[in-house]
């Protein structure tokens, strides 16, 4: 770490905790960590490369998780030994006692790890502190932040975007998510998904954070707004279960013609997966499907709210490996228009 770095931490401690000061840290830990990525010497110097998941610091939300896990996926595109370690035994405040989030956050974890062989490890923080910060050979993406811990999926997606475009690996695509690699199920039972041949439409309706969700009217709207995009494609509503059944009453009382997901998945990942099997998807405010697209091959057309410090990488892109076919507009946080879909298929060159 060097010197400069220590001393913004030390400028910290004396100020206390002022945003602008956690901005400004943040800052230059990101630029070490970008680079030691751009000069292999340095990282050539390391037998391998953790990224850290510490439950006492991140929210049991899978959006937030797929952010740090593909950075561990571009990681390990480098050719690099990478570890992804989910840190256990303290959980942050909004973790449910009740539900299995850490079930389900480890079965995404195993999903999105497996391809690019990367290790994960659960372990407590004496372990970790052990095994990993205490090995001089052992490199720890945002090291600092990892120690203090501090959470690393608010700043994972500018740490990913600054190293796709200072490495000019912005087409490189193979670190990004596919349909195949995220369910095992073929969809035998239902010919639309199997085809490829539809238009995926992500939707949220929860107590929780409400105003993500999507309206009844907004539903029969922007339904019959994608009715004349799709060009007679069908259109498959992506959600959890809970969401899917209420929007199917409201297809019912609208006699509007959709498929549900819910009907042919039994998890997150075989949602994701659909989300991002079919000819375009779109979507606006939702939930964590959106952040599967975003770091997939799949066309898009989406629109929601950045959480700071998130925020648009340039020219109107929400990310460096952005293209053409994927459209992302920036929802401010009490922005309720519609912002219909604008996809033409006659440019979409197909799914992934």
């Known amino acids: 770490m060097s010197r400069f770095v ?43 490369h953790v990224v850290v998941w510490d439950q006492s610091a991140s929210p049991p939300t899978l959006g937030d998780l797929i952010e740090v896990l593909m950075l561990a996926r571009w990681i390990a595109n480098q050719g690099l030994e990478t570890w992804f370690v989910i840190l256990i035994g303290e959980n942050r405040s909004d973790w449910s006692k009740k539900n299995n989030e850490q079930a389900l956050q480890l079965e995404l974890i195993n999903r ?20 990993f910060l205490c090995d001089i050979k052992t490199y720890v993406v945002y090291r600092k932040r990892v120690e203090n811990r501090k959470d690393l999926y608010t700043d994972s997606l500018k740490l990913l975007n600054n190293l796709v475009e200072k490495s000019g690996e912005h087409l490189s695509r193979s670190w990004l998510l596919t349909s195949s690699e995220l369910s095992s199920s073929d969809f035998k039972n239902s010919k639309v998904l199997k085809s490829r041949n539809y238009v995926a439409w992500g939707v949220r309706h929860r107590e929780v954070a409400p105003e993500r969700n999507t309206g009844e009217n907004e539903f029969r709207l922007l ?21 899917c ?30 989300a991002i099997g079919g000819k375009v998807f779109f979507q606006i405010r939702g939930g964590g499907l959106g952040e599967v697209a975003l770091y997939s091959n799949q066309a898009f057309d989406m629109s929601y709210v950045l959480i700071g410090p998130r925020e648009m990488f340039k020219n109107s892109k929400v990310t460096a490996w952005q293209t053409s076919e994927q459209v992302f507009f920036e929802l401010k946080t009490d922005d309720m228009s519609m912002h219909l879909p604008k996809f033409d298929l006659r440019k979409v060159r197909g799914s992934c």
């Open 223 to 243: 339904y019959l707004s994608l009715v004349n995009r799709a060009s007679g494609l069908p259109i498959v509503v992506v959600s959890d279960r809970e969401s």
């Open 6 to 48: 220590v001393m913004t931490a030390s400028i910290k401690r004396f100020l206390g905790n002022i945003s602008i000061i956690d901005r400004f840290v943040m800052r230059c830990h990101r630029q070490a960590d970008i680079s030691h990525f751009l000069k292999k010497s340095k990282r050539n110097q390391f037998s391998r």
């Open 245 to 274: 059944e209420f929007f199917r009453k409201v297809a019912q009382k609208f006699s509007l013609n959709c498929l549900f997901s819910c009907d042919f998945s039994e998890s997150f990942l075989d949602d994701a997966s659909i």
């Open 112 to 131: 999105l790890t497996k391809q690019k062989n990367i290790k994960v490890q659960e372990m407590t923080w004496d372990t970790f502190s052990l095994q």
